[in-house]
C-alpha cells in the first residue's frame, strides 16, 4: 500500500486557484489575440503595413526585454538554439505578420482571421513531407474538411473575381498562413536547449531590425507620429505590448500547463470572436458564407487536431 502526502498530492492535482489562473490566461490570450486583428485593421488606415507590423514587433522587443531582466529570466540564447530563433522570427515575426498586415489592409478583419487561422490545415502535409509523420485517417479527414471550408471563401458568391484587391489580399493571407506553418514544424523539429519564454524577446529582436529594413527599403522613411491619430498609435500600442508580449507569454503558460491538444481547440475560439469583434467594432457586414466557411474550417481544424499522436 502506497500513501499519498499532501505535497504529493498538489504536485498531482492542480490546485482550484492555479486552474483558475489557467483558464484566465487562456481566455486573455483569445481575447487579445482576436482584438490584434480589429486594432491591427485600424493602424493599417493610416500606416503602411511593413512599418505597422515594424513599430509592432519593436514595441514588444522595448517591452520584454525589462521584464525578463527584474524577473530574472533574460539570458543569452544557447548558440544550439540560434537556428530556431531565426526561423521563428523571420517566418513567423517577419513573414506571417508583415503579409497579414498587408493582408488586412486589402480585406475586411473578418475574412482575414479566417484565413490566418488556416495554418493547421498545412502543418499536418508539411509535417508528413519533412518530418516523415504519419497523416492519420481522421487528420486526413479533417485537412479535406478544412479545405472545402476555404474554398467556399473563394466561391462566386462570396468572392468578386473581378476586384483584384480582395483576390491579392486572400492569396497573401494564405502566404502568410503556410509561412507560419514552416515556423511551427520547424519548432517542433528543433531540440530546445533554452525555453521559448527565454528566446522571445531575442525573437522580437531579431524581427524588428529585419522588418524595419524592409520598411526603410520598400516604404521609405518612418510615418511621422504627430501626423497619426490617436485610435492608430493606441491600436499599435496594443498590439505591441497586449497582443505580442504579453499575449505569447500568457500563451507560453499556457502551453506549459494544458495538453497540445487541448490549448489547440481552445484557440479556435480566436476567429470566432475576432469575426464578431470586427462585425462589433468596425462594422464589418456578417457574411453568412463567411460564417459558414469558418465552422467548416474549424471544424476540419478540430478534427485534424484531435487526431494527432501525444507528444512528448
Not at 468596425?282 to 499522436?309: Q, W
Request: aromatic share 8%.
Amino acid at each position: 500500500m502506497t500513501f499519498t502526502t499532501p505535497s504529493t498530492l498538489s504536485l498531482e492535482r492542480p490546485s482550484f486557484g492555479a486552474a483558475l489562473s489557467t483558464f484566465g490566461l487562456f481566455a486573455f490570450v483569445v481575447t487579445a489575440w482576436s482584438l490584434n486583428w480589429v486594432v491591427l485593421k485600424v493602424a493599417v488606415h493610416e500606416i503602411t503595413p511593413l512599418w505597422a507590423v515594424s513599430i509592432r514587433t519593436a514595441l514588444a522587443t522595448l517591452a520584454l526585454f525589462p521584464a525578463l531582466m527584474v524577473s530574472g529570466h533574460l539570458q543569452r540564447p544557447p548558440r544550439t538554439d540560434l537556428p530556431v530563433v531565426l526561423v521563428i522570427s523571420l517566418f513567423h515575426m517577419v513573414a506571417f505578420a508583415a503579409l497579414m498586415t498587408a493582408g488586412l489592409a486589402l480585406i475586411p478583419a473578418g475574412r482575414a482571421i479566417v484565413l490566418g487561422y488556416t495554418t493547421p490545415l498545412w502543418v499536418a502535409p508539411a509535417a508528413f513531407i519533412f518530418l516523415k509523420e504519419r497523416i492519420t485517417a481522421r487528420q486526413g479527414v479533417g485537412i479535406v474538411v478544412g479545405l472545402i471550408g476555404l474554398l467556399l471563401l473563394f466561391g462566386p458568391s462570396s468572392l468578386d473575381w473581378t476586384n483584384g484587391s480582395a483576390l491579392l489580399g486572400q492569396g497573401v493571407l494564405i502566404l502568410a498562413a503556410l509561412c507560419w506553418s514552416v515556423s511551427i514544424v520547424y519548432t517542433r523539429a528543433h531540440r530546445w536547449t533554452a525555453t521559448p519564454l527565454h528566446l522571445m524577446p531575442w525573437q522580437c529582436l531579431v524581427a524588428t531590425v529585419v522588418l524595419t529594413s524592409l520598411a526603410l527599403i520598400f516604404e521609405g522613411m518612418p510615418p511621422n507620429l504627430s501626423q497619426i491619430s490617436s485610435p492608430a498609435l493606441l491600436a499599435l500600442a496594443y498590439n505591441g505590448v497586449i497582443g505580442t508580449a504579453l499575449g505569447f507569454w500568457a500563451m507560453t503558460v499556457v502551453n506549459r500547463r494544458l495538453p497540445a491538444a487541448t490549448a489547440s481547440l481552445g484557440l479556435l475560439a480566436t476567429p470566432v470572436l475576432g469575426i464578431g469583434l470586427s462585425t462589433v467594432i468596425l462594422g464589418e457586414k456578417l457574411d453568412p458564407i463567411l460564417i459558414l466557411s469558418t465552422v467548416i474550417i474549424l471544424t476540419g481544424i478540430a478534427l485534424g487536431t484531435t487526431g494527432r499522436k501525444r507528444l512528448r
